[in-house]
């Protein structure tokens, strides 16, 4: 997975309760990014990073924040957990230019309940 | 009318026959589009990029790209079981990449 880790790989949590996924590269990519896959909906992205404290929001960005203090690591906060936010979250890298060609990690598996 | 859009298959296909899977976008002002694999449970896999109007060929897969009747297509020949899985079509405007559902591929022995 091109040196990218995510942790937890599995949660589940209750609605209200606030959850941080993490990203962690060890390819030194500029770029990071933060999505959601649901059934019937694709990937869909939800903030990306374009440097060091450098963010931007995605589609669907409502009910998450994010963070990126080191260059290595990108972490998805949810504030409060709703049911509509369970779903696969996969976090990505790339290099060679904004939303070009991106490397995944091996995603998140978070159910609300 | 999706921005991106794929069949979802199942497109079965028997083993070393070529697999066709094609894709439309709506925003004319595309510029690069990328093609990735995913298998069940696992993350998207970069395939293939590209970015001008034409075929470029990687191994087994071509893609092909016509700006002009906005569609990408993946060929993938010699078409083997372990390429079963769900193809996913991305297209790039300036700031923005969206996602098709993808196409599931099924390559039958």
């Known amino acids: 997975d091109a040196g990218i880790t995510q942790s937890p790989r599995h949660k589940v949590t209750e609605t209200g309760t606030p959850v941080t996924l993490r990203c962690h590269q060890t390819?030194?990519?500029?770029?990071m990014y933060w999505y959601r896959q649901d059934p019937g909906h694709g990937l869909r992205l939800i903030h990306y990073?374009?440097?060091?404290?450098?963010?931007d929001k995605g589609e669907v960005s409502d009910g998450y924040s994010v963070s990126r203090s080191k260059t290595e690591d990108f972490l998805l906060t949810l504030e409060s957990a709703t049911s509509s936010q369970t779903s696969v979250y996969f976090c990505?890298?790339?290099?060679?230019?904004?939303?070009?060609?991106?490397?995944f990690g091996p995603g998140t598996r978070l159910t609300v309940t | 009318q999706k921005e991106v859009e794929q069949n979802s298959g199942p497109l079965s296909v028997p083993e070393g026959a070529i697999a066709s899977l094609n894709c439309t976008y709506s925003?004319?002002?595309?510029?690069?589009f990328f093609w990735y694999r995913q298998y069940s449970g696992k993350s998207p896999e970069l395939i293939m990029s590209?970015?001008?109007?034409g075929d470029k060929e990687d191994g087994r897969f071509t893609a092909q790209l016509n700006k002009a009747s906005q569609y990408v297509s993946l060929l993938i020949r010699d078409s083997q079981p372990s390429d079963s899985a769900t193809y996913l079509c991305?297209?790039?405007?300036?700031?923005?990449?969206?996602f098709g559902t993808g196409t599931r591929l099924q390559v039958t022995l």
């Open positions: 990505a890298i790339s290099e060679s230019g904004l939303f070009y060609e991106q490397y």
């Open positions: 390819e030194n990519h500029r770029y």
């Open positions: 990073s374009y440097g060091v404290k450098d963010t």
């Open positions: 925003d004319r002002v595309s510029q690069s």
């Open positions: 590209i970015y001008s109007n």
């Open positions: 991305a297209a790039l405007t300036a700031s923005k990449l969206t």
